[in-house]
């Protein structure tokens, strides 16, 4: 009796997901708790870039119950406590699965993975906060916001999250354009743009934004001005020697700048970004009109020192273009077309991906996080 009121749930969901694909409108999702968490079952976790490789717990759980054998994704979602819901969780993937009802799974998740969903959670860094916990399962062959999901008991944790620019070895750009655009003019204190070595190999690539006409500024390999910046060689393009050098002024005017580094052999690259949304997803432009992304100036904002913008969307493609001859842009990680981005979710993308994938139609608010070259990443906030 129980599988056959499942089953008529899911037929019932079923319909009513394709009645609303033809009104473009946002599916409901229902949800049946039939998820046992297990583990972890409650405990603090203090998280540090030194202890980002190590296990955080090993997460264990009961099967989802659909009524009969499905393929499954399987997300560990976290809440801040003070938060009534979980519209909009941080989120991991735990693993696809093909199982049967009642079977016992389970993953290792290490500090590094649990740290990237409580910041999705909009944790506090540096600060020990409640979370709550939960498992969700999601039909694979059903897109991440219709039909029928499974979910979990929820779990009270306590857990302090770390910034994941500290995992990183990074270059400071000290200058002029400090304290028109969020950070301070040619700072020795670290407040500036900032560039990092996501493979800790001493080649460093990231974007900064210089909003002045005529920028000037150094790399500098520490914080503060202790003789270990470098700059250009009469205009050359090259550092100058070891260290030292003049001021280095890029030529383009205010603007996203985006940099490569080889730190010792003493080269650089650094060249103006044009940071926009385009596809067939934006409604109203389609891959005509590209859509600008803001830099976010607000040091209370969530999103501060990403770029943003609140766009109405239609469940179609879409990619970040870099530069209007559409020599650079960003997306996919798999580099295929026709991934899935999952609300409220930071989703990894990089330089030369493929096409991206709105999950519905609606109005979302767009944040483009590219401070860290080690996770670039986009997320769709429905608004």
């Keep these: 009796m129980k599988k056959i009121f499942l089953s008529l749930i899911l037929l019932t969901g079923s319909l009513g997901f394709f009645t609303s694909c033809s009104e473009d409108e946002k599916d409901p999702i229902l949800e049946t708790q039939n998820i046992v968490l297990s583990s972890p079952t409650g405990g603090t976790y203090v998280l540090t870039a030194s202890n980002a490789s190590s296990n955080a717990f090993t997460a264990k759980w009961s099967s989802s119950t659909f009524g009969y054998q499905a393929s499954v994704k399987y997300y560990l979602q976290a809440i801040r406590s003070t938060v009534s819901n979980f519209d909009s969780p941080g989120e991991m993937l735990l693993g696809d699965y093909s199982v049967s009802d009642n079977v016992a799974l389970e993953k290792t998740v290490t500090n590094r993975q649990f740290n990237v969903a409580l910041l999705g959670a909009n944790g506090s860094i540096g600060s020990s906060d409640s979370y709550k916990l939960r498992i969700v399962a999601k039909l694979i062959a059903q897109s991440s916001v219709s039909g029928v999901v499974a979910v979990s008991n929820v779990v009270t944790i306590t857990a302090t999250p770390y910034d994941t620019f500290d995992e990183f070895p990074r270059l400071y750009l000290p200058g002029s354009y ?150 650079v842009k960003m997306g996919t990680m798999s580099g295929n077309n026709g991934d899935l981005l999952t609300n409220s979710v930071q989703n990894k993308i990089k330089l030369g991906g493929g096409n991206m994938k709105a999950p519905s139609a609606g109005n979302f608010k767009v944040v483009l996080d590219i401070r860290n070259s080690a996770n670039y990443n986009i997320r769709l906030m429905p608004i």
Excluded: C, Q
């Design 178 to 327: 400090g304290a028109a655009s969020t950070y301070a003019d040619w700072s020795a204190s670290g407040n500036s743009g900032t560039i990092f070595s996501a493979a800790s190999d001493g080649n460093y690539e990231g974007f900064v934004w210089m909003n002045v006409s005529n920028p000037e500024f150094k790399f500098n390999s520490d914080p503060t001005w202790s003789g270990n910046d470098k700059g250009e060689a009469n205009g050359s393009g090259a550092f100058s020697g070891n260290l030292g050098g003049n001021n280095i002024k890029p030529a383009d005017g205010a603007g996203t700048y985006f940099f490569t580094v080889n730190w010792a052999g003493l080269t650089y690259t650094m060249e103006k970004r044009h940071v926009v949304l385009i596809g067939a997803a934006v409604a109203g432009t389609g891959w005509s009109t590209p859509v600008d992304l803001d830099f976010d100036t607000n040091p209370s904002s969530p999103y501060y020192r990403m770029y943003t913008k609140d766009v109405a969307l239609v469940s179609d493609e879409f990619l970040i273009r870099l530069k209007d001859d559409w020599s």
